[in-house]
Every structure is written in structure tokens, then in C-alpha cells.
């Protein structure tokens, strides 16, 4: 059997269907808990990228998350169906619900952004949903572990890869129509709260213009490490604006710049970066790992920390106790 087929056979085996249906909830004492995995960079047939495949099953193993998410960049190499076939199949079996973000070379390699979606969100207990462009933007609610009420929000967004527009050089930026959409969903589900907005986070791939500013916020001290500039667009669409007036986005994490894997704060928003998860596959001066994040029902705040693949917890943090 061919190596692309593998994968096929593990979706239809499995519980087909079952995925979407899955509901997010706070756990009964009140807990939730996060893995976010970003820039696993896998390319197949690079045995560094096993260190990669290692961390993510140590990592589930040890924390046992209610949802997985990854923010990009994770199969960097071809033939791409291999890559996210090393992926997705440990995630498979995990039984955990997952979802994914694109970063701006998934798409580089030999499957297009449609395609690799097809592949994703026809993997068992995967959450996310295709569009025509690919995966669509999503707020995820977790529910109350008491009732059937939404307790927080979870946006799950794709920052682009490149810029569209001639005179701009570098990466891409939040789309009108998405900074829309998440001003749109904010405000349905803050007056579906009665008027009060529901704590929220914020996953994508690449930094907003924004992190530059909130790591030299003399108010308060980042957590973690800083080992190159940030590399967010050229231009600033107005995302970070939008959060700060829509009041329900309390924290936003990203991926994208390897060495960086900083806490820090802007106006009462946390802006942070996952653990650079990959193997050496790619740039890197520091040991992989993941960022795990903990909320707590009826909280607007949450504590974080970063394990490594040796075991090693770093980082712990909570928010805004850490922060002014």
C-alpha cells in the first residue's frame, strides 16, 4: 500500500463524523486545558523531524489536554501527505480534539492550502472546518461544566502567508473581511452573554505589528526569551484594534519566529509565543517544546508554562497576576 493511502484507511476505519460533533467543556473543578504545538516543521525522510512526532506524544501523554492546537508551520517538506501523515496519525489515536492553523510555508511545499485542509479536517476528533480558501476561521466555545452555556471563546485564525500587494514586501495580514468577521462573532455571542464579553484567546501563526511594542512595555517584564526581532506584516490591519474594542480577547498566541518564546502585555492583552516544536529541520537555537495553557471557569485570566522535550517545565506564568 502505497504511503498516502495510509492515512486515507486510518480516516475511514475510524469514527467518521464524530469530530465536528465533539463539544468543548470545562472539566468539572472548573479546568481546561491547552497544548499548543507550533512550527513542527516535519519534513519526511529528515529523522530530525522524529524528535518532533516524539515531543507531541510525550507531551499529550503527560498533560493529557482537552484540546490540542497548532499554529502553523507544521509539514515544511515533500512529499507533504507523508509529513502530515506523521502528524495527524498520533493525533488520530490521541482521542483528543485538535485544531489547526496554517502557517506561511505549509502551502509551499507540494499540496495547496485546499488540499492539505481536505487532509485535516478529515482526520478523526480534528475540529476545524474547510472553506474555499482552505481552513476556516473559527471561534470555538467551551462550554460550562455545570450547563450548556458558553464559558470562553477560543479564536482559531489563519494570519496568511505573503503580501498580496506589489509595494509590500514580507508576510501577509488579517484580511477586512476577517477582522470583520471576528468583530461580527465577538459581538453575537457578547450580547448572546447579556452584554459582557466572554474571556477569549487568540491562536495563529504570524506576530501582530503589536508584539514589538508589548515586549518594550516598561510597565512589566516579559516571561521567557527573545532571541530575534519579530516578524509580523509591514503593515498593520487593525486585528490587535479590534481585540482591544470588542473587550473579549484576553490573550493572543502565535508561532512563526523560532527563537521567541516570550509573555508579554499591551493593554491588558497578553501577546505570547508558543515553543518552537519542531527538530532541526529548519533555523533554531533553542531546545523544542510545547506551551500548555490553563483556564478556569468563570476567570478572565489563565496560567501558562512551557515543557520541553526533556521534561522540564520553564516559564510559568499567570496572567494578568504577572502583568499590569
Known amino acids: 500500500m502505497k504511503k498516502g493511502l495510509i492515512l486515507i484507511s486510518l480516516i475511514v ?26 512550527d513542527t516543521h516535519v519534513v519526511p525522510g529528515n529523522a530530525e523531524s522524529l524528535n518532533a512526532i516524539k515531543l507531541i506524544n510525550e507531551t499529550l501523554d503527560k498533560e ?3 484540546l490540542i492546537v497548532f499554529t502553523g508551520d507544521v509539514v515544511t517538506g515533500k512529499p507533504a501527505r507523508d509529513g502530515w501523515e506523521m502528524v495527524l496519525k498520533p493525533l488520530a489515536k490521541k482521542g483528543i480534539p485538535f485544531v489547526i492553523t496554517m502557517g506561511n510555508h505549509d502551502a509551499e511545499q507540494d499540496l ?64 477586512f473581511e476577517q477582522i470583520q468577521w471576528y468583530r461580527n462573532t465577538s ?33 512589566n517584564n516579559p516571561v521567557g526569551i527573545r532571541l530575534e526581532d519579530e516578524c509580523p506584516a ?33 493593554y491588558g492583552i497578553a501577546l505570547g509565543y508558543g515553543r518552537f516544536s519542531g527538530g532541526k529541520t529548519t533555523y533554531v537555537d533553542i531546545q523544542n517544546g510545547a506551551r500548555i495553557i490553563n483556564l478556569k471557569e468563570g476567570e478572565r485570566g489563565f496560567s501558562t508554562f512551557i515543557r520541553l522535550l526533556d521534561g522540564s517545565e520553564i516559564c510559568s506564568t499567570v496572567f494578568p497576576g504577572t502583568f499590569k
Open 187 to 219: 459581538a453575537r455571542i457578547t450580547e448572546a452573554n447579556g452584554g459582557k464579553p466572554l474571556p477569549a484567546l487568540a491562536f495563529f501563526h504570524i506576530a501582530l505589528p503589536e508584539y514589538k511594542e508589548a515586549y518594550k512595555n516598561e510597565r
Open 234 to 266: 509591514s503593515v498593520n490591519p487593525g486585528m490587535f484594534t479590534a481585540m482591544l474594542e470588542s473587550k473579549d480577547v484576553m490573550g493572543v498566541f502565535v508561532g512563526h519566529d523560532h527563537n521567541n518564546d516570550y509573555l508579554a502585555s499591551l
Open 13 to 38: 476505519f475510524s469514527f467518521l463524523g464524530e469530530v465536528n460533533a465533539q463539544q468543548l467543556r470545562f472539566r468539572n473543578d472548573g479546568t481546561f486545558k491547552i497544548v499548543q504545538f507550533t
Open 112 to 175: 495547496n492550502r485546499s488540499e492539505i485542509a481536505a487532509i485535516i479536517t478529515a482526520t478523526p476528533h480534528c475540529i476545524n472546518k474547510k472553506d474555499s480558501k482552505g481552513l476556516s476561521d473559527m471561534a470555538l466555545e467551551i462550554k460550562s461544566a455545570k450547563n450548556s452555556n458558553t464559558s470562553a471563546l477560543l479564536y482559531c485564525m489563519d494570519s496568511n502567508d505573503y503580501s498580496k500587494v506589489d509595494t509590500v514586501k514580507g508576510y501577509g495580514w488579517f484580511s
Open 64 to 66: 493529557n489536554p482537552d
